[in-house]
């Protein structure tokens, strides 16, 4: 049953009690006519008489009312059991009378004595309670226990369970009242030393006469006796009424509820209380044991794991001083590479500000007498700085995007040829984060080539020679044959028309000859330039279109639209008219005439091949195919591809030639990309 439902049934049972609470306190009101009424009734209604001066457990409260914890202990069981209770208050020794007279029917409240269970029938206790002394403070000091009461005045309503204790002190007087008000009293106006009652009652009154700073209750001075209810000797049915609705009442709670409201917290409650706050004591003892014990193994724990962590810290911190020590060994190291490496090195952040700059480098560009070389004094060179400029057009996340150029710088009244290659760097992500350069003086490298391909030239000129003097004398010897006829048969009309014919045709061919010698022998400087390759290859083609049309020649272009390669415009145009005039002179016999030229870039150059297919070459043929005066043709000059090939190399480029009999050939050409 909840807190609030016993609250409501107890004041439920005051409501109902209330209304059979007697008028007059008095013991004549057994003897009144409504008494007389109401026992004629035929609902049984017993009758129970209490102590009216006993706080707080009978007594007549200021309003009149007959209350404390005995009365409204058996208004409960009257509404437990549904039967009715009237209420008698009179004094203890009144009410015994008028049990033994059968006026009433029990009576609440009694104390246990031997003496009083041979005269009464007791039902099982429901209170249990010691004496205890009430003196006055300033005694206090003086009275202690029962021993110290001797020659003193006690008083008291009637023999108490502490009485014979009390007789076995000397020279005690003793003064009985005949209710504990009138015990009270006698203490109150010094007629008695000590007023002998029950904890609860002293309490009361003091707290009723606002006596509580000069009195002292004085505990644990008596032996504990049990109160209960008394009925009259064989009224077992009122008696086991009683004993039943207490045992009811301790079980369902209702008994300690009411006990609560008038004495708080139950004994049994405050033992359960006491064993709730021992168990949680145990509960939080036990998380503080477990606690400082966890936290003991995981301290070990963590000194063993700080401990290793330190034993692989103090190795990694010495891998790491060994991996430092090496890497400043090979920056060193590597240092010492980049400075005393042959080729210059530069490089740059994003920003184009010069990062780094090796002795090679600053060599190469003057600047070796400076000890801190500035983005300034680099780029004051023109060309270095146009080259510079090319890696704004490298983009993110392209790889093998490389800028080459060869510039001419003049150091120290010297001229010297410089290759420059620009490498952009990258990040992880692919994005662009500056650049390397690199410079290689090709000064020497320059003046060998043009040792050697002067010398080649030499040996090209007496090739050149013998073959000239081949190619001109057979018109030669025709033109001797025609002078030294001329005066035989000058009148002749068929040999002056023959005369007219062949001379200038001989003539025509020695001046052929001649000029090809000329340009193979004394070429011009190429002047290099930016070519956009798609646009220059429609250009070559659109003059030979005619051509191709009048000889039903089928022409392919594919071209990358992107290309852009660096050479000398009109040698390249020389170049591609000879190899698309070879490749016209190949197809003219084959009944399939198909002409391709393709460009694309691969890698840092870009490639631009004539495939046509005609007749095809020879190894033999192909072995010789770039001498001079080494032909195929039967009115070739042998000139031509020789005259190709030096100007593509001049151009830093190189010339190649696939071909199979039969089966067509293709003319490969390599130069720089832009």
Same mark, same amino acid.
């Given at each position: 049953?909840?807190?609030?439902?016993?609250?409501?049934?107890?004041?439920?049972?005051?409501?109902?009690?209330?209304?059979?609470?007697?008028?007059?306190?008095?013991?004549?009101?057994?003897?009144?006519?409504?008494?007389?009424?109401?026992?004629?009734?035929?609902?049984?209604?017993?009758?129970?008489?209490?102590?009216?001066?006993?706080?707080?457990?009978?007594?007549?409260?200021?309003?009149?009312?007959?209350?404390?914890?005995?009365?409204?202990?058996?208004?409960?069981?009257?509404?437990?059991?549904?039967?009715?209770?009237?209420?008698?208050?009179?004094?203890?020794?009144?009410?015994?009378?008028?049990?033994?007279?059968?006026?009433?029917?029990?009576?609440?409240?009694?104390?246990?004595?031997?003496?009083?269970?041979?005269?009464?029938?007791?039902?099982?206790?429901?209170?249990?309670?010691?004496?205890?002394?009430?003196?006055?403070?300033?005694?206090?000091?003086?009275?202690?226990?029962?021993?110290?009461?001797?020659?003193?005045?006690?008083?008291?309503?009637?023999?108490?369970?502490?009485?014979?204790?009390?007789?076995?002190?000397?020279?005690?007087?003793?003064?009985?009242?005949?209710?504990?008000?009138?015990?009270?009293?006698?203490?109150?106006?010094?007629?008695?030393?000590?007023?002998?009652?029950?904890?609860?009652?002293?309490?009361?009154?003091?707290?009723?006469?606002?006596?509580?700073?000069?009195?002292?209750? &004085?505990?644990?001075?008596?032996?504990?006796?049990?109160?209960?209810?008394?009925?009259?000797?064989?009224?077992?049915?009122?008696?086991?009424?009683?004993?039943?609705?207490?045992?009811?009442?301790?079980?369902?709670?209702?008994?300690?509820?009411?006990?609560?409201?008038?004495?708080?917290?139950?004994?049994?409650?405050?033992?359960?209380?006491?064993?709730?706050?021992?168990?949680? &004591?145990?509960?939080?003892?036990?998380?503080?044991?477990?606690?400082?014990?966890?936290?003991?193994?995981?301290?070990?724990?963590?000194?063993?794991?700080?401990?290793?962590?330190?034993?692989?810290?103090?190795?990694?911190?010495?891998?790491?001083?060994?991996?430092?020590?090496?890497?400043?060994?090979?920056?060193?190291?590597?240092?010492?590479?980049?400075?005393?490496?042959?080729?210059?090195?530069?490089?740059?952040?994003?920003?184009?500000?010069?990062?780094?700059?090796?002795?090679?480098?600053?060599?190469?560009?003057? &600047?070796?007498?400076?000890?801190?070389?500035?983005?300034?004094?680099?780029?004051?060179?023109?060309?270095?700085?146009?080259?510079?400029?090319?890696?704004?057009?490298?983009?993110?996340?392209?790889?093998?995007?490389?800028?080459?150029?060869?510039?001419?710088?003049?150091?120290?009244?010297?001229?010297?040829?410089?290759?420059?290659?620009?490498?952009?760097?990258?990040?992880?992500?692919?994005?662009?984060?500056?650049?390397?350069?690199?410079?290689?003086?090709?000064?020497?490298?320059?003046?060998?080539?043009?040792?050697?391909?002067?010398?080649?030239?030499?040996?090209?000129?007496?090739?050149?020679?013998?073959?000239?003097?081949?190619?001109?004398?057979?018109?030669?010897?025709?033109?001797?044959?025609?002078?030294?006829?001329?005066?035989?048969?000058?009148?002749?009309?068929?040999?002056?028309?023959?005369?007219?014919?062949?001379?200038?045709?001989?003539?025509?061919?020695?001046?052929?000859?001649?000029?090809?010698?000329?340009?193979?022998?004394?070429?011009?400087?190429?002047?290099?330039?930016?070519?956009?390759?798609?646009?220059?290859?429609?250009?070559?083609?659109?003059?030979?279109?005619?051509?191709?049309?009048?000889?039903?020649?089928?022409?392919?272009?594919?071209?990358?639209?992107?290309?852009?390669?660096?050479?000398?415009?009109?040698?390249?145009?020389?170049?591609?008219?000879?190899?698309?005039?070879?490749?016209?002179?190949?197809?003219?016999?084959?009944?399939?005439?198909?002409?391709?030229?393709?460009?694309?870039?691969?890698?840092?150059?870009?490639?631009?091949?004539?495939?046509?297919?005609?007749?095809?070459?020879?190894?033999?043929?192909?072995?010789?195919?770039?001498?001079?005066?080494?032909?195929?043709?039967?009115?070739?000059?042998?000139?031509?591809?020789?005259?190709?090939?030096?100007?593509?190399?001049?151009?830093?480029?190189?010339?190649?030639?696939?071909?199979?009999?039969?089966?067509?050939?293709?003319?490969?050409?390599?130069?720089?990309?832009?």
């Amino acid at each position: 049953m909840s807190f609030i439902t016993r609250i409501t049934l107890f004041i439920l049972c005051l409501a109902a009690v209330a209304s059979h609470i007697p008028s007059t306190a008095s013991a004549s009101f057994i003897n009144s006519p409504s008494y007389q009424m109401n026992s004629r009734e035929e609902k049984k209604v017993y009758r129970i008489a209490g102590e009216k001066n006993l706080p707080p457990f009978s007594y007549i409260d200021k309003n009149g009312k007959f209350t404390g914890f005995s009365v409204e202990l058996f208004r409960s069981i009257s509404e437990e059991e549904g039967i009715e209770f009237q209420f008698y208050p009179m004094n203890f020794y009144e009410a015994e009378q008028a049990l033994k007279a059968g006026k009433v029917d029990a009576v609440m409240g009694m104390k246990y004595s031997a003496e009083q269970s041979e005269r009464f029938q007791f039902s099982e206790s429901y209170f249990t309670m010691a004496d205890v002394l009430v003196v006055p403070k300033e005694a206090t000091e003086d009275i202690k226990n029962l021993t110290d009461l001797r020659e003193k005045t006690i008083v008291m309503q009637e023999e108490p369970a502490s009485f014979d204790l009390l007789l076995n002190v000397r020279r005690v007087e003793f003064q009985l009242a005949l209710n504990p008000r009138d015990a009270f009293n006698f203490l109150l106006i010094k007629r008695a030393d000590a007023f002998l009652t029950n904890k609860w009652t002293a309490e009361f009154y003091l707290k009723q006469s606002g006596e509580q700073a000069n009195y002292q209750i &004085l505990e644990h001075i008596g032996v504990p006796s049990d109160f209960a209810a008394v009925v009259r000797p064989g009224e077992t049915k009122l008696l086991s009424l009683i004993n039943d609705s207490l045992v009811k009442m301790q079980t369902n709670g209702d008994y300690q509820l009411l006990y609560s409201q008038w004495f708080g917290l139950y004994p049994d409650g405050r033992l359960k209380e006491m064993r709730n706050w021992i168990i949680v &004591l145990i509960i939080l003892i036990s998380c503080a044991v477990a606690v400082l014990i966890f936290t003991y193994l995981w301290n070990k724990r963590l000194q063993k794991e700080v401990a290793k962590r330190t034993t692989a810290l103090a190795e990694a911190n010495d891998q790491l001083e060994i991996q430092q020590r090496a890497i400043s060994e090979a920056h060193a190291f590597k240092t010492q590479i980049i400075h005393h490496m042959y080729y210059g090195i530069l490089t740059f952040d994003d920003s184009l500000k010069l990062t780094s700059i090796n002795e090679r480098a600053k060599t190469m560009l003057g &600047l070796k007498d400076r000890k801190q070389v500035e983005t300034e004094d680099v780029i004051r060179q023109p060309h270095i700085a146009e080259i510079v400029r090319h890696y704004e057009d490298f983009e993110d996340n392209r790889d093998k995007q490389i800028f080459s150029e060869e510039v001419e710088l003049e150091l120290n009244r010297e001229r010297r040829f410089i290759l420059c290659r620009l490498i952009p760097l990258y990040e992880e992500n692919g994005k662009k984060n500056g650049c390397l350069l690199t410079l290689a003086d090709r000064s020497e490298a320059k003046m060998l080539e043009e040792k050697l391909a002067n010398q080649e030239k030499m040996r090209a000129l007496g090739q050149l020679v013998a073959g000239v003097a081949h190619e001109i004398r057979n018109p030669l010897t025709s033109m001797k044959t025609f002078v030294d006829l001329l005066p035989k048969k000058y009148e002749d009309p068929a040999f002056r028309q023959e005369l007219v014919k062949y001379v200038p045709e001989a003539l025509k061919r020695m001046n052929t000859i001649v000029e090809s010698l000329l340009d193979y022998a004394r070429p011009k400087h190429p002047q290099k330039q930016r070519i956009q390759v798609a646009a220059f290859i429609n250009s070559v083609a659109a003059i030979i279109e005619p051509t191709l049309k009048k000889n039903h020649i089928h022409l392919e272009l594919d071209i990358d639209e992107k290309l852009d390669i660096i050479c000398d415009p009109d040698q390249l145009k020389q170049v591609m008219l000879n190899l698309l005039l070879n490749a016209l002179d190949a197809m003219e016999e084959e009944p399939r005439k198909h002409l391709t030229i393709k460009a694309e870039p691969q890698g840092e150059a870009g490639v631009i091949q004539v495939m046509d297919s005609g007749i095809g070459m020879d190894k033999e043929s192909v072995s010789h195919i770039f001498e001079p005066f080494y032909t195929t043709k039967p009115h070739g000059v042998g000139l031509g591809l020789a005259l190709c090939y030096q100007w593509v190399k001049e151009n830093n480029g190189d010339m190649r030639v696939k071909t199979e009999k039969e089966k067509g050939t293709t003319f490969t050409v390599t130069l720089p990309v832009a």
